[in-house]
């Protein structure tokens, strides 16, 4: 028996007057959607309520850990995503690159920089030592990934509570109103303004200005959090094996649940990211023994984060073609038995932009009953069971209860 969790991340919405009403999964035509749905088709409240609708919060209550008992930051979670393991004590930041120009957030991502740009940025930075004296001070040390994405960590443990804005909240706003408060703040805003300093008369970012580009100039701490441990997956429930993803947050939430998340080349969390090699990864661990494979799809998130209809309903199409398609011809040449659960994290609305915390639609298909196809939407799984609480999938999946 094989079990596959398939989490297609923010494709939940509510209806809308473009689709007369309809979600985008109402209005879409899945056929492979509809074949999971003739299995268990219901509701699940990923986020508990009182807690802040997110992948990170969502995800870690999917794979059975409740949000209100083990949650601690979500850059917790990517930092164990890039192989950092926070010790007791220990506070880490997620460390954003991010495009300011006359006094104004533009960008939280640095006008999109990627690859040796920002790597290279954001080594100067570490080397410079205007930023090592201030970083010192706090005995910062930065992970450098090849995104706007970074991980800081601090040895704090005295510090209280860290009061630090997100830098997608205040796009548009003079950034210096958002500096941070709460602990540590004048440490941190100093860091803040050395990275200015030092980054906005950059070469790179000189290049990225004649370009039309934005620049990458300042860095930005936020999502505190302190070290999470999580009980093992493995042991909670007798099954184990790969999670495929592009995105630090659902690595590190495998790498805390003792699960490994093997990379995958050209999966970008967005919508051309490698569907293929992502499937491959999963099928590959499956057929060399794991029982239990999840694969997360970020692009319908990020779509409706961008406020984009077509993209969102596209990017849904394409993991019905490109993802549950092929693992629904080729799961049963691995195995003839297979169960699979399939579901949207949390809904994130086309209409706000943001995430929301109402319960998502999901799918438990089992390959020894099927049952008939039947739309998989919103509305459909309201007739079928409600489960209070997200951390009740996995045994579901595991025919546990
Ligand atoms: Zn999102």
New binding site residues.
Partial sequence: MKYVLIIGD?MADTGLAQLNGKTPLEHLDLPHFNILAGGEHGTARTVPEGVPAG?DTAILNIFGYDPRKYYSGRSVLEAAGVGVLLKEGEVSFRVNLCAVEDGIMLSHNGGGIEGDEAETLMQDLIAHPDFAAVAGKIALQITVSRTFRHVGVIDAPEAGEFILKEPHNILGEPWQDYLPKGALCNELTDLMLASYRILDQHPINIARRQRGQLPANVIWPWGAGRAAQLPSFPEKYHHAGAVISAVPLVWGIANLAGLPFPQVEGATGDLDTNYEGKVNALLQALKEGDDFAAIHVEAP?EMA?AGDLEKKLEAIRRLDRLVIAPLLEKLPEIDPDFRILLLSDHP?LLTTRT?DGNPVPYAIYDSRKPGQPRKFSESMATQGPALENGDLLMPRLFDQV
């Fill in positions: 923010g992948s998130d984060h994130t995430h």
